[in-house]
């Protein structure tokens, strides 16, 4: 289901993110060298209310290079998570918009270059749907801050630095390239990760990690 609708407020907020969204975007890709390798694999069992322990918050700049047998996008994005809500906003490398992907209580909204909306109750149905390919969203918002989603079961390879090198879960598997590097009282979090889904790669590269 779509509508098409005229929001400029919400044209204008894609419009002013794109300037600063574009500098991350054209940054270079440089090699990363390889984190140690497996010491340890723990396998993880779902908690039985996993709405008690949500994805802490951050605010985060950063690219995203999608490729399947169908297709392949590269671009920037600037994603926003909160316990209560998503803001997701996609770029192209020159930093155009190409989608606004908002998720709260009510279902997941994704809203287009074109300004149609379109709903659902989860964004990868709606991502796969509207865009051709699948965001993990219900995962990723565990997985971009290097560890697991409490809400199904879960195989963690860990290094010797106690850091998550790899993860598999819900038919996922996501592996860590890179961590940035420890800020005052915060452990490291991941700056490159790949994951994968049966012919679908994603591997996205955080610039700016602004964790709450």
């Known amino acids: ?23 991350s ?38 690219r995203i290079f999608i490729q399947d047998q169908n297709q392949s996008f590269s671009g920037s994005f600037r994603w926003q998570h909160l316990a209560i809500s998503d803001e997701i906003l996609l770029f192209t490398p ?19 270059s074109k300004l149609e ?10 991502t796969e749907e509207v865009l051709g390919w699948r965001l993990p969203l219900n995962g990723l918002q565990y997985w ?18 106690d850091q998550v090198i790899a993860i598999r879960q819900d038919g996922w598997k996501i592996h860590y390239s890179s961590y940035a590097p420890a800020q005052l009282n915060q452990p490291p979090l991941p700056r490159v990760l790949n994951l994968i889904y049966e012919n679908l790669k994603i ?8 964790a709450e």
């Open 25 to 62: 975007g054209c940054a270079t890709l440089t090699p990363q060298a390889p984190i140690d390798s497996t010491i340890k694999t723990i396998l993880t069992e779902p908690v039985a209310d996993a709405q008690t322990v949500p994805a802490a918050d951050f605010n985060l700049l950063g």
């Open 144 to 161: 971009i801050q290097g560890t697991h989603s409490p809400a199904t079961a879960a195989e963690k390879d860990i290094n010797n630095k």
């Open 94 to 112: 020159l930093g155009q918009a190409v989608a606004e992907i908002s998720k709260n209580q009510d279902g997941v909204r994704l809203i287009t």
């Open 117 to 126: 909306a379109f709903y659902a109750n989860d964004a990868e149905s709606l």
């Open 203 to 210: 591997r996205l590269v955080v610039d700016d990690w602004k």
């Open 1 to 23: 289901m779509w509508l098409r609708i005229n929001q400029q407020d919400i044209y204008g907020k894609i419009l002013i993110v794109c300037v600063f969204a574009w500098v």
